[in-house]
């Protein structure tokens, strides 16, 4: 299959974020990835994660949510990994520039968070109307407090086994949510998924959900521009 791809640039008030975008030929929607825990657009588990995707004909975008200087920073200190504010205004601009840049042609667009990164994937769909669906691999939604409940699009969790810990804070999490909101558990994995299959199942567990809820959604279900015309604006 055919696909677009480039480097891109993100431009917020206080910085420029790097990005790498993938359009496959006739793609019908877009995932931004949420990095978390000090990764960024290089990650091998997310790139293993978006190239499934894009044989799904689902646009990616994997972007350093963080500048360099930054990184820099967070390797000495890790605080900024866990800036939830921080990294909920980059996703949310990530998700703004994807819905006006004229090469995306506005798709319906879904988030993929990893660790921290999940909440600020939950925070930024919760202001978004733009957003109809989530992912979250071994994500820390606990941390996104209060948005957790004004969270629309339907969400997905999905946590290893092993990994008890995250597994109770997203059941948790889960529950406090008004959303559709599912918990997947891959027995024997652990936060990284390093099993063996344990990251090709959440490969084929978020190309299915992103499939249902961006390429395969009933003829009724709104386009962004439809709701945000009926909601109002974004919060």
Request: glycine content about 8%; charged content about 25%.
């Amino acid at each position: 299959m055919r696909a677009f791809r480039r480097d891109v640039t993100v431009e917020i008030e206080d910085a420029s974020l790097a990005g790498s975008l993938t359009m496959p030929e006739a793609a019908r929607g877009l995932v931004i990835f949420a990095h978390g825990s000090g990764s960024g657009r290089h990650s091998p588990r997310n790139r293993e994660v978006a190239a499934r995707l894009n044989a799904a004909t689902l646009g990616t975008l994997l972007l350093d949510l963080l500048t360099p200087a930054e990184e820099a920073v967070d390797r000495r200190t890790a605080e900024l990994r866990f800036d939830i504010p921080l990294l909920t205004g980059r996703v949310r601009a990530a998700v703004d520039w994807a819905s006006r840049e004229p090469e995306i042609a506005a798709p319906p667009i879904g988030l993929f968070g990893a660790s921290t990164g999940g909440a600020a994937a939950l925070a930024a769909a919760a202001e978004a109307s733009a957003v109809f669906a989530l992912v979250l691999r071994g994500g820390r939604p606990d941390l996104a407090g209060p948005a957790l409940a004004e969270v629309r699009a339907p969400t997905l969790m999905i946590v290893g086994g092993e990994d008890r810990v995250v597994l109770d804070l997203n059941r948790q999490a889960c529950a406090r949510m008004r959303a559709d909101c599912r918990v997947h558990v891959i027995p024997g994995a652990t936060h990284l998924f390093e099993e063996p299959g344990a990251l090709a199942e959440v490969s084929r567990l978020a190309r299915d959900w992103f499939t249902r809820y961006l390429l395969e959604r009933p003829p009724d279900h709104p386009t962004p521009a439809q709701r945000r015309s009926s909601s109002g604006p974004d919060r």
